[in-house]
């Protein structure tokens, strides 16, 4: 379980080593990612940090998730033809997307993958991220489930 002090203590951390300064509104918006890890859009988060904080603004929610991505605490995820959705697992996975309810879940990736995924490409591409993407259906028996389990 993570408490609130942790996620200040993490946020103010990593935004002061990009420069930036901890803002109630950023950590209200990465709480909420952290709460649950669902992949919302902009939007589903601003719905979310609504109750929490009445006065934000949806321009305020985009703002705070860019910074949080530039900063690296949370991946920005793009299907074709749907909104960026938000995901704060920094660690390495793919996404499965199901194609009929858009839920996306995270797929943990085996140890190297990734590399071994880089290493494929010829020596003059130089790749500053690799996206594993998965498309498909869910077993009615996983929609059934947590969010989390595949
Ligand atoms: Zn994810």
Same mark, same amino acid.
């Given at each position: 379980m993570i408490s609130n002090a942790d996620i200040s203590e993490t946020?103010?951390?990593?935004l002061s080593d990009s420069g930036l300064r901890s803002t109630p509104q950023r950590e209200v918006v990465?709480?909420?990612?952290?709460?649950?890890?669902?992949? @919302?859009?902009?939007e589903e988060v601003f719905a979310r940090v609504k109750p929490e904080m009445p006065m934000i603004s949806l321009a305020t929610v985009y703002n705070c998730l860019e910074t949080l991505v530039q900063c690296d605490l949370v991946r920005a995820v793009n299907f074709e033809r749907g909104p960026t959705r938000y995901c704060p697992n920094l !660690? @390495? !996975?793919?996404?499965?997307?199901?194609v009929e309810t858009g839920a996306t !879940?995270?797929?943990d990736l085996p140890a190297g993958l990734l590399d071994q995924v880089k290493a494929i490409l010829p020596e003059d591409f130089k790749a500053s991220s690799v996206?594993?993407?998965?498309?498909?259906?869910?077993?009615p028996k996983a929609r059934g489930g947590e969010p989390s389990s595949i």
């Open positions: 946020l103010s951390q990593r990465y709480s909420v990612l952290l709460k649950k890890r669902d992949h @919302p859009t902009a !660690h @390495p !996975h793919a996404h499965f997307h199901d !879940h995270d797929v996206e594993i993407i998965f498309r498909g259906k869910e077993s």
